[in-house]
């Protein structure tokens, strides 16, 4: 009977042995090696070239929709792969590892606007817009910052009206991933939220070739991100048409926060990206440079950027990862640890991608060694997407209203 029994307990063990946190299925494991041959064949080589530009890649963006890369999460009967939060997490690392400022272009798309809508959309809504922005046809994203309402989200003064039965919208958004793609090209398509009442938000989809509808400013000479396209939208009397509300009116805000979660968590990814791709680089500078005859990876002041780097790398892509675990299986309700995790993850980017620069000395502070780029990129993971400061404050208001968060 003991036989049986220690024989029983073995295989959970040995199961839980097998598990891998960061590609937990077959299908997570070959779309991690498909990210790879992805990243290498396609996105490496036109990265520097596109930050030095400013330009938006549409064909390599158009090319990940042909690989099923924008519809990681998006259902398959919208042309979407069905998968994860653990896969958009995934996505946006890989991708980050090479060009940061083409995951922030995708993921605007695909996690910003599209599963956005996947989750929050009508049926009509979904059928009629979601394959062609899963498969590239359309470039989409969401806006809500406003010249003067970013974190403060209520205090937007896009207004949407109501016109019969349909909505007339005006109002400005600025700092919009995907504004444009090119400096006289609109995006296709966006999730636009405006108050529609004293303190309530709603959610319209808005989309180019709409009467009042225009480009505004490109901003350009960004610190970084710069191969994604930034720009400011104008709506000047939009009508649209009442199918195009998301919901019902006055649901913006809870669409908004439903969203948080995986998009904070592909925020973070990017972060542990940039994390990944600086430790690299340093840890091959470090053991072929020389200085006083040995490699300098022999030197303590360099083995601690290299070991402090590695540590806070593994704990952020652990606690990104697990919690991206916990939110496919429920859907909802890790809003803590999503803020968490890109507090975290956001910080150790920027350090890491210093730390590069440290080790490398001069050579980091030129473009040829990419970590220049990773630093100027890893910046705007402590703004876009929620403050430091926004975090802060979300994570001590959740624990203090819920204590047994912490364990």
């Not at 798309?109 to 009509?124: C, I, K, Q, R, T």
């Not at 960004?222 to 998301?246: H, Q, W, Y």
Request: charged content about 25%.
């Amino acid at each position: 009977m003991r036989e049986s029994s220690e024989a029983a307990a073995v295989q959970p063990l040995d199961e839980w042995c097998r598990f891998d946190l960061f590609a937990p299925t077959p299908e997570h494991e070959l779309l991690a090696a498909s990210l790879r041959q992805f990243v290498e064949r396609e996105v490496e080589g036109q990265a520097s070239e596109h930050d030095r530009s400013e330009t938006f890649n549409l064909s390599l963006f158009r090319k990940a929709g042909e690989l099923g890369l924008l519809g990681v999460t998006i259902p398959e009967c919208y042309g979407g792969a069905g998968l994860d939060a653990v896969a958009a997490v995934q996505l946006l690392e890989a991708l980050s590892t090479s060009d940061p400022g083409f995951g922030l272009a995708l993921l605007a798309h695909s996690f910003l606007f599209a599963h956005n809508l996947a989750v929050n959309g009508s049926e009509e809504q979904c059928r009629r817009i979601l394959p062609r922005v899963v498969s590239g046809e359309w470039v989409a994203g969401m806006c809500m910052t406003e010249p003067e309402a970013g974190t403060d989200v209520l205090g937007m003064r896009t207004r949407a009206e109501r016109d019969g039965k349909d909505w007339r919208l005006s109002g400005v958004k600025t700092f919009i991933t995907n504004g444009g793609i090119a400096p006289d090209t609109l995006g296709d398509v966006f999730i636009v939220y405006a108050a529609t009442g004293e303190r309530s938000l709603s959610a319209f989809l808005v989309e180019k070739g709409m009467s009042g509808f225009r480009l505004g400013q490109k901003w350009c000479d960004k610190l970084g991100m710069r191969a994604s396209f930034t720009a400011e939208l104008i709506f000047e009397d939009v009508r649209v048409p009442a199918d195009n509300l998301m919901g019902e009116e006055g649901q913006g805000t809870a669409h908004m926060m439903r969203n948080l979660e995986i998009e904070r968590l592909t925020l973070a990814a990017q972060g542990l990206g940039i994390a990944q791709r600086a430790l690299r680089v340093m840890l091959e500078y470090a053991d072929q440079r020389k200085s006083f005859g040995r490699p300098i990876r022999e030197f303590g002041q360099i083995q601690r950027h290299i070991a402090e780097t590695y540590a806070e790398y593994r704990a952020a892509r652990a606690f990104v990862y697990d919690t991206a675990r916990r939110l496919s299986f429920r859907s909802a309700g890790q809003r803590v640890d999503a803020d968490a995790g890109k507090l975290l993850a956001s910080q150790v980017a920027k350090r890491a991608a210093d730390a590069a620069i440290q080790v490398l000395g001069g050579n980091g502070y030129m473009g040829e060694y990419v970590v220049e780029r990773l630093w100027r990129d890893a910046k705007l993971l402590e703004i876009g997407g929620g403050t430091l400061e926004a975090h802060q404050k979300n994570i001590t208001k959740d624990l203090a209203r819920d204590p047994s968060i912490v364990g």
